[in-house]
């Protein structure tokens, strides 16, 4: 079956980084668009970001352009969340997650995605 295991999350300054990890088994990785959403208390889960199968395309919320960056490591079946300059607005949960489709789009709505994994809790303290 698929898994996701997201790791990396943590408590940082504001203005630092961190590096989130979500590693996938129990499907073809090369196969599958993966995306990044997060959610803080009391809110709605939102879209952070998203990558295309093969790497090609990437897509960033508005709030997160210019600081953070997905990237895919195809031979660790691998996806990355590179978080710089972070602000305490970015504390949440953190959930990477992929559609049960191969060579699917790299969804911005978490409706079209049907793994996910448990989570990572990224705090950023001002």
């Known amino acids: 079956q698929v898994q996701l295991v997201e790791s990396g999350g943590g408590l940082v300054q504001a203005g630092g980084s961190l590096r989130l990890s979500c590693a996938a088994s129990g499907l073809t990785f090369s196969r599958y668009s993966m995306g990044w959403f997060r959610q803080a208390p009391g809110k709605e889960r939102e879209f952070v970001a998203a990558i295309r199968w093969d790497g090609g395309s990437t897509y960033y919320a508005d709030s997160v352009k210019g600081r953070l960056t997905i990237s895919r490591d195809f031979a660790k079946n691998t996806v990355y969340l590179q978080m710089n300059g972070l602000k305490p607005e970015d504390t949440a949960i953190y959930y990477c997650?992929?559609?049960?489709?191969?060579?699917?789009?790299?969804?911005?709505?978490?409706?079209?995605?049907?793994?996910w994994g448990q989570g990572t809790q990224v705090t950023v303290s001002s």
């Open positions: 997650a992929t559609s049960g489709s191969p060579y699917g789009s790299a969804w911005t709505t978490h409706r079209f995605y049907d793994y």
